[in-house]
C-alpha cells in the first residue's frame, strides 16, 4: 500500500530564515505531487504541483520554492521567511492518469515568529 | 467566480442521529467529487469519491449523493459517532492538464454524547 510521510512534524522559525519541508511517498511510481497550505480554520491553497521529476507548476506567487529531485520526493524552500508564511503545509500525492483522488501527508505546523 | 462552497460552516449531532454535510459547486463541466476528513492537527482523509455519471455512492456508513441539476453535493453519515467529529471537506475536479482539485471552506461537524 502507498503511504507519504512529511517532516518535520512541528517547525518554528524566526522572520527571515530559509526553510525546507520533505515530502515523501512510497508504494507507487511517477505520481503527482502537491503541496497546500492551510491557514487556521481554512481551507486548502494549492501551493506547487509536479507531474514528474524537476517540473514544478507555481499556482500563486510567493515566497516559496519547490523542487523535486525524484520520483516520489517533493521539497518545500524558502530562501527568507516572512510571518505570513505560518500556517500547517500539506503534501499530497494522486496517480498520473485520470481523475482520481489526492491522499495527504500528515502534515507540517510551521511557526514563524 | 465558480468556486467549491459549503452551506453551513458548523453541524451539531446528537450521537447515533445521521449527519447530512452539503456542498454546492458552480462550475457544471465538473464530474469529479471527493469528500475528506480532517481531524485537528492531522491531514484529510479521503473519505468517498463519485464520478459525475453516478447520482449515489455508498460506503461503510457514509453515502454521497450527487445532484447535477442544481450543482449540489452532500455527505450522509449514518448513525453519526463521535469518531466523526472533524471538519470535513468537498473537493471538485477541474482536470485541465493536471489532477486539480478545488477544496471548498469545509464544514465542522461536532457530535455530542
Known amino acids: 500500500s502507498q503511504t507519504i510521510h512529511q517532516w518535520p512534524a512541528t517547525l518554528v522559525q524566526p522572520v527571515g530564515s530559509p526553510l525546507s519541508l520533505e515530502c515523501t511517498v512510497e508504494?507507487?511510481?511517477?505520481?503527482?505531487l502537491y503541496w497546500y497550505r492551510q491557514a487556521a480554520g481554512r481551507g486548502l491553497q494549492l501551493l506547487f504541483y509536479s507531474v514528474g521529476i524537476g517540473q514544478i507548476s507555481s499556482e500563486v506567487p510567493q515566497n516559496l520554492s519547490a523542487s523535486r529531485p525524484q520520483d516520489r520526493q517533493f521539497i518545500l524552500s524558502s530562501k527568507k521567511l516572512l510571518l505570513s508564511d505560518s500556517g500547517f503545509y500539506l503534501c499530497?500525492?494522486?496517480?498520473?492518469?485520470?481523475?482520481?483522488?489526492?491522499?495527504f501527508g500528515p502534515g507540517t505546523r510551521l511557526t514563524v515568529l | 467566480g465558480e468556486s467549491v462552497g459549503l452551506h453551513l460552516p458548523t453541524l451539531s449531532v446528537q450521537e447515533g442521529d445521521n449527519s447530512i454535510i452539503n456542498c454546492a459547486y458552480s462550475?457544471?463541466?465538473?464530474?469529479?467529487f471527493i469528500w475528506y476528513k480532517q481531524e485537528s492537527g492531522k491531514g484529510p482523509q479521503f473519505i468517498i469519491d463519485?464520478?459525475?455519471?453516478?447520482d449515489k455512492r455508498q460506503g461503510q456508513r457514509v453515502t454521497v449523493l450527487l445532484n447535477k441539476t442544481v450543482k449540489h453535493l452532500s455527505l450522509q453519515i449514518a448513525a453519526t459517532q463521535p469518531g466523526d467529529s472533524a471538519v470535513y471537506f468537498c473537493a471538485e475536479n477541474r482536470s485541465g492538464g493536471y489532477n486539480k482539485l478545488i477544496f471548498g471552506a469545509g464544514t465542522r461537524l461536532a457530535v455530542h454524547p
Open positions: 508504494g507507487t511510481s511517477n505520481p503527482n
Open positions: 463519485i464520478r459525475s455519471n453516478m
Open positions: 499530497a500525492w494522486s496517480v498520473q492518469q485520470g481523475k482520481s483522488a489526492q491522499y
Open positions: 462550475n457544471s463541466a465538473s464530474d469529479y
